[in-house]
């Protein structure tokens, strides 16, 4: 083929970027800092500098976390979708539930597997109370605030009616931005009078989320951006840039790599160990 000829064939053939979506939404310790809006800022702007872009392919696999990020990371891709003016299309993989979900929000169109769990449409808080135990152990809590609600929710203090409450009202509010950013990101398709259950926090195996309108269709990420744009679909997978000392193998290591595990401070471990009891614990809400 001619550099003319190569030129042509590059011009004409679609491109569509994938943007992976893995992991817990914001609340990353030192060692695991998660989904993020400013983790992922230059990700989404790499995934929609291509010149000749056909359309962005969000990748998706998360059990939620944090609604604020889930939130300035969804608006982020549809700012850059409508200032370059191309499609988005999100593919749900083993979960898209929660925040996670909020992020297939960002997209024109959702697909999933038949397999995969959608929904999640909801907020929980999740804590520990440990006044009974500090009682049998002889441990006095001495606790000093400046503000009567600076110690709200206190996991050493015996609970209180009024913080419950505050709390209640405060997951009311928080759960209903999470419905209305739904409801205009999946408009019509919801049907004049969505079911109650899509928001009760509730998931949905694939092919129900496709009938109750959380998705528009069974498909995978690569067959189906073929079949929308052309078998001849050169797709553009955005990925972290590695620095200098990364590639030459210097530096901080992954968990597992490298003997981590043996030369980390104590410390460190025991955070990295609790980071990853709460990763866990989101996952294990959908049984993965």
Same mark, same amino acid.
């Not at 925040?99 to 597997?113: K, R, T, V």
């Not at 050493?156 to 997951?171: M, V």
């Not at 926090?201 to 989320?209: C, I, P, S, T, Y």
């Not at 590639?247 to 104590?266: E, I, K, S």
């Given at each position: 083929?001619?550099?003319?000829? *190569? ?13 992976? *979506? ?250 990295? *160990?609790?980071?990853? *009891? ?11």
């Amino acid at each position: 083929m001619t550099d003319m000829g *190569l030129f042509n064939f590059l011009r004409r053939t679609p491109t569509v970027s994938v943007l992976r *979506l893995y992991g817990v939404i914001g609340g990353g310790g030192r060692f695991s800092r998660g989904l993020d809006d400013a983790g992922l800022a230059g990700l989404i702007d790499r995934a929609f500098k291509p010149k000749r872009l056909s359309a962005v392919a969000l990748a998706i696999n998360s059990p939620g976390g944090s609604p604020a990020q889930s939130a300035l990371i969804t608006q982020r891709i549809r700012d850059h979708a409508a200032e370059r003016g191309v499609p988005v299309f999100a593919f749900c993989e083993d979960v898209a539930a929660s925040g996670g979900y909020m992020l297939a929000c960002a997209a024109d169109e959702i697909y999933a597997e038949e397999n995969s769990i959608l929904g999640s449409i909801g907020v929980i808080s999740a804590s520990f109370g440990f006044t009974e135990a500090m009682a049998k152990l002889g441990v006095e809590r001495r606790l000093q605030t400046a503000g009567a609600s600076k110690s709200r929710l206190d996991p050493f203090s015996p609970r209180k009616p009024e913080d419950e409450a505050w709390l209640e009202q405060l997951q009311s509010s928080i759960h209903a931005n999470f419905i209305a950013l739904v409801r205009k990101a999946r408009g019509e398709r919801l049907g004049e009078e969505p079911p109650e259950k899509l928001f009760t926090g509730e998931v949905f195996l694939g092919r129900d989320a496709v009938e109750l309108g959380l998705a528009d269709g069974l498909g995978r990420l690569r067959p189906t951006m073929r079949e929308r744009f052309g078998d001849e679909t050169r797709f553009n997978v955005v990925t972290p840039k590695r620095g200098f000392l990364s590639r030459l193998g210097v530096g901080a290591a992954a968990p597992m790599d490298h003997g981590w595990w043996d030369t980390a401070a104590p410390e460190g471990v025991a955070e990295r *160990l609790i980071d990853g *009891l709460e990763a866990r614990a989101l996952w294990s809400r959908y049984g993965l």
